[in-house]
T-cell receptor, first 115, second 112 residues
């Protein structure tokens, strides 16, 4: 079945460091890919998305490119801030059992950014 | 304000006592879904709904029921809760499913 694998955390970085969080997926068909962010005590917020191969999603300085050849959607940011400390989830939306869709999430990667 | 509203935020109950967690969205979204979040397991889909009266099982549907009688509401029902259903639950909605979800703030359920 479809699945999402992302790098284990926690990831600890100093402020202004470069961030990469790896995400790979397996899916039949042509899924949409997403990154969500969860701040402490809150629900998930959609950070960025890509709906087809070679699309680049971007938001708030974060970027991810849909790579079909490597089945990857790695999250990157050039210079992290303390306020970026959160849990990041990679996810895909694909075909469900009855012709609709289902969304599958990775296990999440916790990011700590030190001042 | 566009939002997904879940209630209650926190709930402690006893094994076997039926409960309902409500979820409502004000965006006229077609798709709604329930997830549970457990440490180290990420979010796992319990049930989802593509429209009124259309629901389907996710990855962990056992012990849960849902209904979609109105477009805006998608309650999660635990007929006989057990301690292994202690978790953080999220409701989410989406217009088509392919553009991403809007999530509620979560319901932390403890079954003793």
């Amino acid at each position: 079945g479809d699945s999402v694998t992302q790098m284990e955390g926690p990831v600890t970085l100093s402020e202004e460091a470069f961030l990469t969080i790896n995400c790979t997926y397996t899916a039949t068909g042509y899924p949409s890919l997403f990154w969500y962010v969860q701040y402490p005590g809150e629900g998930l917020q959609l950070l960025l998305k890509a709906t087809k191969a070679d699309d680049k999603g971007s938001n708030k300085g974060f970027e991810a490119t849909y790579r079909k050849e490597t089945t990857s959607f790695h999250l990157e940011k050039g210079s992290v801030q303390v306020s970026d400390s959160a849990v990041y989830f990679c996810a895909l939306s694909g075909e469900g059992n009855t012709g609709g869709f289902k969304t599958i999430f990775g296990a999440g990667t916790r990011l700590f950014v030190k001042a | 304000e566009a939002q997904v509203t879940q209630n209650p935020r926190y709930l402690i109950t006893v094994t076997g006592k039926k409960l309902t967690v409500t979820c409502s969205q004000n965006m006229n979204h077609e798709y709604m879904s329930w997830y549970r979040q457990d440490p180290g397991l990420g979010l796992r889909q319990i049930y989802y709904s593509m429209n009124v009266e259309v629901t389907d099982k996710g990855d962990v549907p056992e012990g849960y029921k849902v209904s979609r009688k109105e477009k805006r509401n998608f309650p999660l029902i635990l007929e006989s809760p057990s301690p292994n259903q202690t978790s953080l639950y999220f409701c989410a909605s989406s217009q088509t499913g392919w553009e991403g979800y809007t999530f509620g703030s979560g319901t932390r359920l403890t079954v003793v």
